[in-house]
């Protein structure tokens, strides 16, 4: 599995969309600050988690704990 643009670029701009342009529309109220920010964090909660995940599937720091048995199946199969 290695990295793609596509996914990265939406997902990107869908956080950004949230946290840069969203605040810009919430109605004058005595909450506006708190949502604003409430919007601003929560988009960059959730673009960095998916980051860290997204990331983490590039280069995976432990492979699956295979079987002997299971690894020479694929050896045969894989021929």
């Known amino acids: 599995m290695g990295a793609s643009a596509v996914p990265f670029v939406i997902l990107t701009l869908f956080w950004f969309v949230i946290g840069a342009v969203l605040p810009w529309f919430v109605p004058k ?3 506006r600050g708190v949502i ?3 919007l601003v964090t929560t988009a960059i909660c959730c673009y960095l988690f998916w980051l860290c995940c997204y990331m ?3 280069n995976p720091l432990i492979g699956p704990q295979l079987s002997k ?3 020479a199946v694929l050896k ?3 021929k």
Request: aromatic fraction near 6%; charged fraction near 5%.
């Open 76 to 78: 045969e199969v894989w």
């Open 29 to 31: 109220s005595i909450n």
């Open 56 to 58: 983490a599937q590039m």
């Open 36 to 38: 604003q920010t409430m």
């Open 69 to 71: 048995g299971t690894i």
